[in-house]
Every structure is written in structure tokens, then in C-alpha cells.
Nanobody
């Protein structure tokens, strides 16, 4: 059974930094794809960043240059380093992991693939101005 447990969220002032962690257990896919999404109150859950088994990364335009995704395979842990935080970054942040398969374009690591996979319970990030 796949379990994803996020940590590292909390209150922070604008311009500050946080590092989120996602500890994965039971996740043994040969081509792992993991990522982060976020959801603000009253809004949809939006893609933030993803990383595939080759280490290739992708980011939402709103976080490019400020957030960095990484993973430690030995610890089965995914990270999201968030710098220069803004009030609009306030949201619940969710870790996601693909459940296998490919999307309509043949990609095995995409936003749509992640949305169909496994989810953590989320960690709250609140950025004050």
C-alpha cells in the first residue's frame, strides 16, 4: 500500500523560505513520477512541480525560479524547496505519485498522470505579507 506523508509546512513571512518533505512508503514503480500540487481555499488543486525517474523536472510558471523540486531515492523522500515566498503561495500543499500508465501523449510523467495516482494528506503553507 502506497503512503505519502507530507511535512514542513507552516506560517512564514513574505520573502521567506520553507522546505516541504514527502515521505513515501510502499511506492516501488520502476518509473516513478512524483510531484507537488497546491490548493487554496475555494480554488482548484493546481500543479506546482514534478520530477521523473531520470531527474527531469517541470514547474508551474508561477513558481519557476523560486521553487526547486528534488528527491532522495535512498530515503524515499520528495522535497520542495520554496524561496521568495509570496502571500499568493498560501495553500495546502499535496504530494502526489503516479500509479503507472501513460497519458494520451505517451508520457508516463505528466500532470494528468499524477492526478490519477496517489495523494498525501497535505501540509498547510501560510505566507503573510
Amino acid at each position: 500500500q502506497v503512503q505519502l506523508v507530507e511535512s514542513g509546512g507552516g506560517p512564514v513571512q513574505a520573502g521567506g523560505s520553507l522546505r516541504l518533505s514527502c515521505a513515501a512508503s510502499g511506492y516501488t514503480y520502476s518509473k516513478p513520477c512524483m510531484g507537488w500540487f497546491r490548493q487554496a481555499p475555494g480554488k482548484e488543486r493546481d500543479f506546482v512541480s514534478a520530477i521523473d525517474s531520470d531527474g527531469s523536472t517541470s514547474y508551474a510558471d508561477s513558481v519557476k525560479g523560486r521553487f526547486t523540486i528534488s528527491k532522495d531515492n535512498a530515503k524515499n523522500t520528495l522535497y520542495l524547496q520554496m524561496n521568495s515566498l509570496k502571500p499568493e503561495d498560501t495553500a495546502m500543499y499535496y504530494c502526489a505519485a503516479s500509479g503507472g500508465g501513460r497519458d494520451s501523449s505517451g508520457s508516463w510523467c505528466s500532470v494528468s498522470i499524477l492526478r490519477l495516482g496517489y495523494w498525501g494528506q497535505g501540509t498547510q503553507v501560510t505566507v503573510s505579507s
